[in-house]
């Protein structure tokens, strides 16, 4: 299949920090590529080099692409005097272009010019690039695009500024999809978009003819939309391929977490059967038969030349297993795995946890709850609701306006936005803070989880991308016991796989886990309980305990309204 983009050995840097290191990577026409990696790893740039918005510092990025390629930034500011209909001629500029010199070039052979051999090549090529983009059709895209995104009823003659920005940012993808490019470059296309936005966005995707690039967290999307992933490394600034969509993603990493996992177990075995041999051999002795003939020097001659050859044997053994060592193959890290810590306190049986009318001024309306041993609680609600509040509130690190919390055992708070600590000190210093042992105790324990390498161990935290301080949150909360996971949106940042390793550490803890997500794929299998939050008034007095929270899989609880005062 044709390569549309390609890129070879494409190396770039930011200030000295290198973020795509000798990538090479091609996007076959008609395919659907989802770029994957934890923020801060290089998804973006890599988006914007094959866009051409960027050139990289080495290394060389070919487009073919006759239909035009289209880029949606992730981060783009609309100037505000500009109209709706200004942004929408904007990207329709190049078709309307396109469309205006076919009607002077039909004009000119109306007038008798249509025998010109240059006149008839030029309007083919004219039609034939206009057909391709489905120019045609472009007014007709627009209006789908815009009722699908949710802004059929915007006035044409609104500025943009009084729009909020996810409406500007559906707005700039309505706009891209009716120019019809041939190549669709999209970052985070699923941002500010509600479920049937997101329904019309898939389907429009999977059912388009030309190639499709998205970088996208979003799990549920790649699932349906994505027939291949590009998993961007922003460690070691490399770029993976793999084939067969979503499925095969996760099933590749599987395959060689086993295939670790065999290499690592055949080194542990061969090490092993070489000091046996090593050991054994040097203890044997030349063989002890007794002297029968009398010749006592060819017997010596027999037993010397025995000896040097098990001397020899256990020399050979030695300098394999020598070279196996320095040279040894990790075993892949073991799966995530959340610690539960004995319950402190005496509360009601069961009880880990319990919210009575806790409230925040215009951030929280009173809300009540009982967490118990084993249970699971996804709290939602649009944004504004309170929900990371909430979970402050639980965890004690934002103070109450009224009501009172009970903890019965230890709660382990991941908070939503990972500070980035301070400067001077190391990512493995940021990980040990206030944790007892040495370093290379609390360096062994970090390189267990398989969430850094070693070489990252000394760099600087405050220089650490948002994954990056994901992970090492991430890995703090592993590291110390709780009866109560208290999670803000825990796959933020992360890479497909980890996130969906997280989840499988979060089924198997025994303890309880109040969450809060956006997370499709999370939402579609959460089997616990659900808290639906509405957003708090701008002055409420407390109101009657509302829902309590118990640990049945599947209930939904929804907290009532504030109160206006």
Known sequence: ???????????????????LDSVTCSVPAGSRLGIVGENGSGKSTL?????????????????????????LPQEEHLPPH???????????????????????????????????????????DLLTAFELRGGYEAGARLERALHGLGLAGLPRDRAVGGLSGGEQVRLRLAALLAA??????????????????????????????GTTVAVSHDRAFLERVATALLEVDGDRHTATRHGTGYAGYLAQRAADRQRRAD????????????????????RRVAPGRAVKDGNKMAYDRAAGRVQQSLA????????????????????????????????????????????????????????CLTVGAGARLLVTGPNGAGKSTLLGVL???????????????????????????????????????????????????????????????HVPAASLSAGQRQRLALARLLAEPADVLLLDEPT??????????????????AGAVVLVSHDRALHARWRGDRLELAPAAPGFTAAPPAARAAARPGRRLREPMARPA
């Open 180 to 209: 019809g490019p041939e190549v669709l470059l999209l970052d985070e296309p699923t941002n500010h978009l509600d479920g049937s936005a997101l329904a019309w966005l898939e389907d429009h995707l999977r059912a388009r003819r």
């Open 82 to 124: 500009l109209t709706v209909r200004q942004v929408v001629d904007r990207a329709l500029a190049e078709l309307r272009t396109m469309e205006r010199d076919m009607r002077r070039l039909e004009a000119r052979m109306a007038e008798g010019a249509g025998d010109e051999p240059a006149v008839l090549s030029a309007y083919a």
């Open 312 to 367: 020899s044997r256990v020399r050979n053994a030695e300098e394999r297993l020598a070279r196996l060592l320095a040279r040894p193959v990790p075993a892949p890290p073991d799966p995530l795995s959340f610690t539960p810590a004995l319950p402190r306190g005496a509360g009601r049986p069961g009880e880990l946890l319990r919210a009575e009318a806790v409230h925040v001024a215009r951030r929280l309306s009173p809300v």
């Open 263 to 282: 290499a690592h177990r055949q080194w542990a075995e061969e090490v092993a059967r070489l000091r046996e041999t090593a050991a054994t051999t040097a």
């Open 47 to 71: 988006l914007r080099l094959l866009a051409g918005a960027e050139r990289p510092d080495r290394g060389e990025v070919i487009a073919r692409a006759d239909g035009g390629i289209g880029h």
């Open 492 to 509: 933020n940042h992360l890479s497909p796989a980890l996130a969906e390793e997280l989840e499988e550490a979060l089924a198997s803890f």
């Open 395 to 457: 965890a004690g690190t934002v103070p109450a306006d009224g009501g009172r919390v009970h903890r019965y055992g230890r709660t382990g708070l991941l908070a939503q936005h990972a500070p980035a600590g301070p400067r001077g000190r190391t990512l493995l210093a940021a990980y040990a803070d206030g944790r007892p042992g040495t370093a290379e105790e609390h360096a062994e324990r970090l390189l267990a989880l398989g969430l850094f390498h070693r070489d990252r161990l």
């Open 1 to 19: 299949m044709t390569a549309q983009l390609t890129a070879l050995d494409v190396t770039k840097a930011y200030d000295g920090r290198t973020v």
